[in-house]
């Protein structure tokens, strides 16, 4: 499984000011429920769910926050990078500003786990990692996630 298996260019968004973990995880459950058609508060319900378990920061600045949600019929991802870092309570106490939703249905666990799998692929490459970092448009964002996908796929 593949980054644009699950994430198209209408769920990139750049720059996103969120002030806080809670401000952020509400806004990309908002961005999700218009794309997706669902109540953002089922969404942010089922994050949050997750979240109780123990913190999606991944660890690097990235978080991958994640959820089940029995309204969707198909994985689901968005990624962020935010304005400003924001704490996260990260396992590696460092402050986030990328962060990758995923969600998917309940009955997706295999397919589930691939696509975090892809994620973590993705994130665990200091240089694409980077070049997220340094990207300046949704074009160029989607340019380097693309970029990513062909890399992996070789």
Do not use: C, W
């Amino acid at each position: 499984m593949q980054i644009a298996d699950f994430l198209d260019f209408d769920s990139i968004r750049v720059d996103l000011s969120a002030g806080n973990k809670r401000n952020a995880l509400n806004l990309l459950a908002q961005v999700a429920a218009q794309r997706l058609g669902v109540d953002p508060a089922t969404i942010a319900d089922a994050i949050a769910e997750r979240e109780r378990l123990g913190s999606t920061g991944f660890g690097g600045g990235v978080a991958i926050p994640h959820g089940k949600l029995s309204d969707i019929d198909r994985i689901y991802g968005i990624v962020a990078r935010l304005a400003q870092p924001v704490d996260y309570k990260a396992i590696d106490g460092e402050k986030v500003d990328l962060i990758f939703l995923l969600l998917s249905p309940p009955d997706a666990g295999a397919e589930h786990l691939k696509a975090l799998a892809a994620i973590s692929r993705l994130v665990r490459n200091a240089a694409t990692v980077e070049k997220l970092r340094g990207a300046r448009s949704r074009d160029a964002l989607a340019a380097v996630l693309m970029g990513a996908d062909e890399r992996d796929a070789a």
